[in-house]
T-cell receptor
Framework: SQTIHQWPATLVQPVGSPLSLECTVEGTSNPNLYWYRQAAGRGLQLLFYSVGIGQISSEVPQNLSASRPQDRQFILSSKKLLLSDSGFYLC??????????????FGQGTRLTVV | GDSVTQMEGPVTLSEEAFLTINCTYTATGYPSLFWYVQYPGEGLQLLLKATKADDKGSNKGFEATYRKETTSFHLEKGSVQVSDSAVYFCALQSYNTDKLIFGTGTRLQVFP
């Protein structure tokens, strides 16, 4: 069966420090991978998505970047965190089959607080 | 670009009332449409989906019909229960790019 792992669950970082959040998927190959930020009243904001290794689509210009160094690994990074980067970050995956769009499976999320 | 617009909440209903949560979308091509639900303290889970025009998705008494002519995918339930209290998200996945976007969510509160 497929599983998705996201860590850490909570993180408190000072302003100006770097960030690295990691997401890995098991039990499937060539998944679509997504990073979202969930904020109250704003729903799930798509930050980045990837349909293959090294292929990253950025949806929101900001202080964050994403990378996909391996097929089932998706990393969200920042060189210098801002206070506004605080939030709840979710990783998700879907099957990458164009003709059959299936459900998305979400990680447990990371609560990031920038202080 | 692609987008999803859903009604703002909260929606407050008495038990056994009829529920409608509106969702409209903008997309090129033929996207797939979804409703996800997030119960208190839990993660998002798929509630129902529809992959082409006129398809009706259904699950747990909830229904939504893919209306291409009105670009809508409204969620309905004939008789809500207290246990349906949650946040409901409408979502769209692009056929061409696999991009998956969500609406802002609608909080439903059902009182006995």
């Amino acid at each position: 069966s497929q599983t998705i792992h996201q860590w850490p669950a909570t993180l408190v970082q000072p302003v100006g420090s770097p960030l690295s959040l990691e997401c890995t998927v098991e039990g499937t190959s060539n998944p679509n991978l997504y990073w979202y930020r969930q904020a109250a009243g704003r729903g799930l904001q798509l930050l980045f998505y990837s349909v293959g290794i090294g292929q990253i689509s950025s949806e929101v210009p900001q202080n964050l970047s994403a990378s996909r160094p391996q097929d089932r690994q998706f990393i969200l990074s920042s060189k210098k965190l801002l206070l506004s980067d605080s939030g709840f970050y979710l990783c998700a995956w879907t099957i990458a089959v164009r003709t059959v769009n299936t459900e998305a499976f979400f990680g447990q999320g990371t609560r990031l607080t920038v202080v | 670009g692609d987008s999803v617009t859903q009604m703002e909440g909260p929606v407050t209903l008495s038990e056994e009332a009829f529920l409608t949560i509106n969702c409209t979308y903008t997309a090129t091509g033929y996207p797939s449409l979804f409703w996800y639900v997030q119960y208190p303290g839990e993660g998002l889970q798929l509630l129902l989906k529809a992959t082409k025009a006129d398809d009706k998705g259904s699950n747990k008494g909830f229904e939504a019909t893919y209306r291409k002519e009105t670009t809508s995918f409204h969620l309905e339930k004939g008789s809500v229960q207290v246990s349906d209290s949650a946040v409901y998200f409408c979502a769209l996945q692009s056929y061409n790019t696999d991009k998956l976007i969500f609406g802002t969510g609608t909080r439903l509160q059902v009182f006995p």
